[in-house]
């Protein structure tokens, strides 16, 4: 099909929902993404987070071919040996206790609210009020889009849930929100959408202590920061906090579509049958594939990311007319005098893929983008945000 006509198409028969650049990605191999021109760019945005050992990952592939040729759906009424591979491997990656496997990442944080809602309700009666922060991001369903802490996403759609509180992100802020009622905290260590903010440390240290005391639940929306994006296997190992339930997808399907809810200590038998589940969730594809995914967040790796996260940064932070960089390890904002939109077209127009968050430039390369790599990213940057 040509460009022009997928164009059309696109608009004739998919909902309006997206605000599309104009380009059709076709092929690609690791940090390198082709359009249907044969244009080469270079991928920072990785799918929203997705693609984090680069397009075509041989690994990831072998694996996810292998399974495709075994069996490719296993309703969740029967057993499957790469749902419970990926699980042993999550436990023995973050310590959590049990996963429960959906599709995305609002599925993900779906099941964190209903955990965290049953553990309140089942331990103190009726304690079900759920904490967030504002500029927070939780998903697109009714329950997340209740639970992000944007006015702006919270129209259209009425009613929305009861149970929901939305603080700044500090404790004076928690205070404010906090009743007799609250069952759990959710927040995300790096908040993606609004705009790569990293919470302050000492913050989340005190939220945790705060939690620990009322036997709060502390969940960690890491559907984003997660998978080795800040260099660290998960962000709250940054924050040396222990959360009670981690969510995660974007990175850890690698290209297929899977979400995690992972459930530490005290929630690990919060659900019993029925309580829960899903028809697609933990598809063996996918989870054949996360193996590999997870597989690879060795020490190394994560360094890596971490010098590569230092490098870009300290770079931008010496572009004209860039006024911030914010972020950890290779997950990126910025914020120029240009709007953020423009920046990224300009960008695209030049062969680099780059993705914006709220009133920023966001980045998003794959783990495994080479120095070369970034400092071609970083020449059309700079042509881009100095002009
Ligand atoms: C993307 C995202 C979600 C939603 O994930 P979907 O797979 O789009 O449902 C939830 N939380 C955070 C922090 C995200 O970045």
Request: charged fraction near 25%; include cysteine.
């Amino acid at each position: 099909m040509d460009k022009n006509n997928v164009f059309e198409n696109d608009k004739r028969f998919i909902a309006n929902t997206y605000a599309r650049f104009p380009v059709v990605f076709t092929s690609g191999e690791g940090a390198i993404l082709k359009d249907a021109d044969g244009k080469e760019y270079i991928d920072c945005a990785t799918g929203i987070g997705v693609n984090i050992f680069g397009i075509n990952d041989e690994v990831w592939k072998n694996a996810v071919k292998a399974q495709i040729d075994n069996i490719q759906h296993v309703c969740n009424l029967y057993y499957s040996e790469p749902q419970v591979e990926l699980a042993a491997a999550l436990c023995k990656l973050t310590g959590c206790k049990k996963v429960f496997f959906g599709n995305s990442g609002a599925e993900a944080n779906e099941c964190a609210i209903k955990a965290a809602r049953k553990y309140g309700n089942d331990r103190y009666g009726d304690r079900n009020e759920i904490i967030t922060l504002k500029d927070s991001f939780h998903g697109r369903t009714i329950a997340t889009l209740t639970a992000t802490g944007q006015d702006a996403f919270h129209s259209h759609f009425g009613p929305f849930l009861e149970g929901f509180k939305y603080a700044e992100p500090t404790m004076r802020g928690i205070y404010s929100c906090y009743t007799e009622k609250t069952c759990a905290v959710m927040i995300e260590v790096v908040q993606g959408e609004s705009g790569v903010n990293v919470l302050d440390r000492q913050f989340l240290k005190e939220l945790e202590k705060f939690c620990k005391e009322r036997d709060i639940l502390l969940i960690c929306d890491e559907v984003q920061c997660g998978n080795g994006r800040t260099g660290y296997a998960y962000a709250y190992e940054w924050a040396g906090i222990s959360p009670d339930i981690v969510t995660t997808a974007k990175g850890l399907g690698g290209g297929l579509p899977i979400g995690a809810c992972m459930l530490f200590d005290k929630c690990e038998n919060v659900f019993g049958f029925g309580d829960h589940g899903t028809t697609f969730g933990g598809n063996p594809v996918a989870c054949a594939g996360a193996v590999t995914i997870v597989e690879r967040f060795t020490p190394e790796l994560l360094l890596e990311v971490q010098g590569k996260g230092a490098y870009f940064k300290a770079n931008i932070e010496h572009i004209k007319n860039v006024r911030a960089v914010s972020g950890l390890g290779l997950m990126i904002g910025i914020t120029t005098d240009k709007p953020p939109r423009e920046v990224a077209e300009k960008c695209l127009e030049r062969g680099l893929v780059v993705l914006t968050a709220h009133d920023k430039v966001r980045l998003l390369p794959p783990l495994i983008i080479t120095k070369r790599q970034i400092d071609a990213a970083l020449k059309i940057l700079n042509e881009v945000i100095s002009q």
